[in-house]
């Protein structure tokens, strides 16, 4: 019974997820503005990350599986935490438009998570340390992913105003500058407690180079945030020159993803 509900909760929540995507696509293309365009999208958003949140829940408990220690399980909870942040931060700094961008994200983490296998095993380590390596990174990736969204879409605003076009419904630039910092300012401490977790990980001496490589990837990612968020501490840097660096951290925050996608399928 269970699994059926579990099977159910995961094709509403796809159909949620793409009915919102694509409401927020068609209210950014609008030339005049509706004040029902993203209140629709934004009412199917929360209803499909609550079906969302009862997937998850339901398919754990059908596996017998913690939803921090698998990998379908990791990137179905990545969707739902770039969702959940995205509902809690969109109305407070007026960032609407980022929709367009982030539930296809998340869209593309749920169907996913549907064809990847467990993923690689660490038996030797405590589960309690596993769980909270996999837990702050992955709320730490959801704010990472959305600081880097925020990025993007100040980098194309203030392309158009430089080039005098016409103006677009896109959020203002200091709207976007002040939620790219504090998603920062979130996302990092997650994923410092991510990578002191995972050092643990590099008492592996039989690393292969995949393995090697995506710790480096890791952790330059975090050496490319921390240098964002110092510059801009220090030397007063904002805007389109943290918005480079932020664009750049989430790139390779994905491509750490990636890889170790590639190694749960065995590819």
């Given at each position: 019974?269970?699994?059926?509900?579990?099977?159910?909760?995961?094709?509403?929540?796809?159909?949620?997820?793409?009915?919102?995507?694509?409401?927020?696509?068609?209210?950014?293309?609008?030339r005049e503005y509706?004040?029902?365009?993203?209140?629709?999208?934004?009412?199917?958003?929360?209803?499909?990350?609550?079906?969302?949140?009862?997937?998850?829940?339901?398919?754990?408990?059908?596996?017998?599986?913690?939803?921090?220690?698998?990998?379908?399980?990791?990137?179905?909870?990545?969707?739902?935490?770039?969702?959940?942040a995205y509902i809690?931060?969109?109305?407070?700094?007026?960032?609407?438009?980022?929709?367009?961008?982030?539930?296809?994200?998340?869209?593309?983490?749920?169907?996913?998570?549907?064809?990847?296998?467990?993923?690689?095993?660490?038996?030797?380590?405590?589960?309690?340390?596993?769980?909270?390596?996999?837990?702050?990174?992955?709320?730490?990736?959801?704010?990472?992913?959305?600081?880097?969204?925020?990025?993007?879409?100040?980098?194309?605003?203030?392309?158009?105003?430089?080039?005098?076009?016409?103006?677009?419904?896109?959020?203002?630039?200091?709207?976007?500058?002040?939620?790219?910092?504090?998603?920062?300012?979130?996302?990092?401490?997650?994923?410092?407690?991510?990578?002191?977790?995972?050092?643990?990980?590099?008492?592996?001496?039989?690393?292969?180079?995949?393995?090697?490589?995506?710790?480096?990837?890791?952790?330059?990612?975090?050496?490319?945030?921390?240098?964002?968020?110092?510059?801009?501490?220090?030397?007063?840097?904002?805007?389109?020159?943290?918005?480079?660096?932020?664009?750049?951290?989430?790139?390779?925050?994905?491509?750490?993803?990636?890889?170790?996608?590639?190694?749960?399928?065995?590819?």
């Amino acid at each position: 019974m269970n699994e059926q509900l579990a099977s159910a909760a995961l094709y509403f929540s796809l159909v949620a997820y793409s009915t919102a995507a694509t409401l927020y696509f068609v209210d950014l293309a609008r030339r005049e503005y509706s004040p029902d365009g993203n209140l629709w999208a934004s009412r199917v958003l929360v209803v499909g990350a609550v079906i969302h949140a009862l997937q998850i829940t339901l398919a754990s408990f059908v596996t017998k599986t913690c939803p921090v220690q698998s990998l379908p399980f990791a990137l179905d909870l990545s969707a739902l935490l770039t969702v959940l942040a995205y509902i809690l931060i969109r109305r407070r700094w007026r960032v609407d438009a980022m929709g367009v961008a982030v539930v296809p994200i998340a869209l593309a983490f749920l169907v996913g998570g549907q064809f990847v296998g467990s993923g690689p095993t660490a038996e030797n380590l405590p589960r309690g340390l596993l769980a909270v390596h996999i837990a702050s990174n992955l709320m730490g990736l959801g704010l990472f992913l959305l600081a880097g969204a925020a990025g993007a879409f100040y980098i194309v605003q203030e392309r158009r105003l430089k080039a005098k076009r016409m103006p677009s419904r896109l959020p203002a630039l200091d709207a976007l500058d002040i939620t790219e910092h504090r998603l920062l300012l979130a996302g990092f401490p997650l994923q410092t407690l991510g990578a002191i977790s995972g050092a643990a990980f590099l008492t592996d001496l039989h690393m292969t180079q995949t393995q090697l490589l995506q710790v480096i990837l890791a952790y330059g990612t975090w050496l490319l945030i921390a240098t964002v968020l110092l510059l801009r501490a220090v030397l007063g840097w904002h805007g389109r020159r943290t918005a480079y660096g932020t664009v750049a951290g989430a790139a390779c925050v994905m491509l750490v993803l990636f890889i170790y996608i590639l190694r749960g399928t065995g590819a």
